[in-house]
């Protein structure tokens, strides 16, 4: 009887909460986990991203303004890049690749290459950068007419996201022809320009899911479809391929020459001209004024016809910008490409050295070809 009288004075509100929590304790023990979403599909990389101050390897579309003429706010989004990955099989990993290419002249066949390659496209964004001369208006109007023919095309060649940047500071040469570009005398001042638009490139493009980032120039208009699985596939930090030129010889035959000299390993002859020059001056490479007796990658392929051996591999200390993968990781240590001389060195060959001084080692494959345009 005494139980009896404890229940029949028991309030009301005390068994009501007894039994809210009785169906919250049966709510939280028969409901799936909170990791079981993580079956759901991966989000598409090709998806427009939501607000005009996304991350700029993200396609947007600017919002229409509201009644009152107002835009809602960006959105606050935090980014893991700890779970970002760079590895020897990026498509099984789904990685994007952010392709960059400072453009001078437009050539239809550079960018047939680029449609050809064999990489995902959705996982692909690109962007350019040109200059605001006569001869670069040109470009971007050839380059907007060819943007348009493929984001409009058929969905599989479509790439993730196209930018392009005009460049807000004078070249220092008026003249793009192959001759004019590569006069010893020029070399400083035009490569100074180059790194300065290499930069402006890469630190408005990359956003937080790039995983890689390939330069690859405006005339480098042939290599194999599989470029970005090829040198992926090694999983270094920095690796270039061996830049060749197709050419007429003299027997009126097809051949090859070597047509990039920046990709080296160092020589003390090159260290002692160094420790003579002034702190701004800049060493060369294949320029017989400035002998280095550096070993040029360009000078030890294996161009016969039955020896070639595409997976060889051997350590750089400086590296051409012609064709150059690197992990993004690199980038974002703070490795860019030195407008002023670094240890003496200019553009790609400067970047080499600041990875390097960053702790990340080049790499260079002497017989996997790209080919340069012959003018």
């Known amino acids: 009887m005494a139980m009896a009288r404890s229940i029949r004075r028991t309030n009301p509100i005390t068994l009501l909460l007894a ?26 990389h090709n998806s427009p991203a939501s607000n005009p101050l ?12 509201q009644a009152d003429g107002k835009r809602t706010p960006p959105p606050v989004v935090h980014y893991k890049l700890n779970n970002l990955t760079t590895s020897s099989n990026p498509i099984a990993n789904q990685e994007t690749v952010l392709i960059l290419t400072p453009l001078a002249r437009f050539y239809q066949e550079y960018w047939d290459n680029l449609l050809a390659l064999s990489y995902p496209h959705h996982l692909i964004s690109i962007g350019f950068i040109i200059p ?22 058929p969905g599989p060649k479509r790439f993730a996201s196209i930018t392009i940047l005009r460049q807000d500071f004078d070249p220092p040469l008026i003249s793009q022809d192959e001759a ?9 001042a035009r490569r100074a320009a180059m790194s300065r638009a290499r930069n402006s490139l890469l630190f408005t ?19 194999p479809n599989s470029l970005i699985q090829d040198l992926a596939a090694h999983d270094k930090p920095v690796i270039v391929p061996n830049c060749y030129q197709r050419f007429t ?3 009126g035959k097809p051949d090859i020459r070597p047509y990039d000299y920046n990709s080296w390993q160092d020589s003390p002859q090159a260290h002692e001209l160094a420790k ?25 392929a294996d161009t016969s016809s039955g020896g070639k051996n595409p997976g060889r591999i051997i350590p ?23 407008p002023f001389a670094f240890y003496h060195l200019l553009e790609t060959e400067g970047f080499a050295k600041m990875a390097r001084r960053l702790g990340w080692s080049c790499w260079g494959l002497p017989n996997y070809f790209v080919y340069h345009y012959n003018e």
């Open 180 to 188: 004019e570009r590569h006069r010893m005398e020029n070399q400083a």
């Open 205 to 223: 493009t990359i956003g937080p899911s790039t995983a890689w980032v390939l330069w690859i120039d405006a005339d480098i208009i042939e290599t």
């Open 19 to 44: 039994a809210l929590l009785v169906i919250g304790f049966l709510f939280f023990v028969l409901s799936p986990p909170s990791h079981a979403s993580s079956t759901s599909p991966p989000p598409k």
């Open 276 to 300: 003579n020059m002034g702190p701004d001056d800049v060493l060369l490479e294949g320029y017989a004024e400035m002998a280095t007796y550096r070993m040029l990658m360009a000078k030890v």
């Open 249 to 251: 010889n003299d027997d």
């Open 132 to 153: 605001k001369t006569k001869e670069g208006n040109a470009a971007t109007s050839a380059l907007q007419a060819a943007i348009a023919k493929t984001q409009s095309g």
């Open 316 to 338: 750089l200390d400086g590296v051409g910008g012609t064709a150059l993968l690197v992990k993004a990781e690199v980038h974002r240590d703070g490795a860019m490409f030195p």
């Open 54 to 65: 996304s991350p700029a390897t993200a396609p947007f579309r600017k919002q229409s303004p």
